[in-house]
Nanobody, 120 residues
Framework: QVQLVESGGGLVQPGGSLRLSCAAS????????IGWFRQAPGKEREGVSC????????DYADSVKGRFTISRDNAKNTVYLQMNSLKPEDTAVYYC?????????????WGQGTQVTVSS
């Protein structure tokens, strides 16, 4: 059974850091692209980052470039999103999802999401 489970969200002050985890089961993350998305209240879901299955190619939304880093640990079957220099506008529910290729934007399995709140 394919599952994606996010964790690591929470409340953090502006300028702080969080590391989100996306633990996969039922498939090897090394065979798929894994994307991170977020959705703030009243806003559409937006893509944040994606890591490809081969060559560790990574993509980032302009709004998070230089602050967020996506990585993958194949041994733990987990993908991470390191978020630094967090801003209030980063507040959202963060989701991870699976695709064959980042460029195709066709995600078939999604996690349940983890809340990130950036506030003083």
């Amino acid at each position: 059974q394919v599952q994606l489970v996010e964790s690591g969200g929470g409340l953090v002050q502006p300028g702080g850091s969080l590391r989100l985890s996306c633990a996969a089961s039922g498939f090897p993350v090394s065979y798929y692209a894994i994307g991170w998305f977020r959705q703030a209240p009243g806003k559409e879901r937006e893509g944040v980052s994606c890591i490809s299955s081969s060559r560790f190619t990574t993509d980032y939304a302009d709004s998070v470039k230089g602050r967020f880093t996506i990585s993958r640990d194949n041994a733990k079957n987990t993908v991470y999103l390191q978020m630094n220099s967090l801003k209030p506008e980063d507040t959202a529910v963060y989701y991870c999802a699976r695709a064959y290729y980042c460029s195709e934007n066709k995600y078939d399995y999604w996690g349940q999401g983890t809340q990130v709140t950036v506030s003083s």
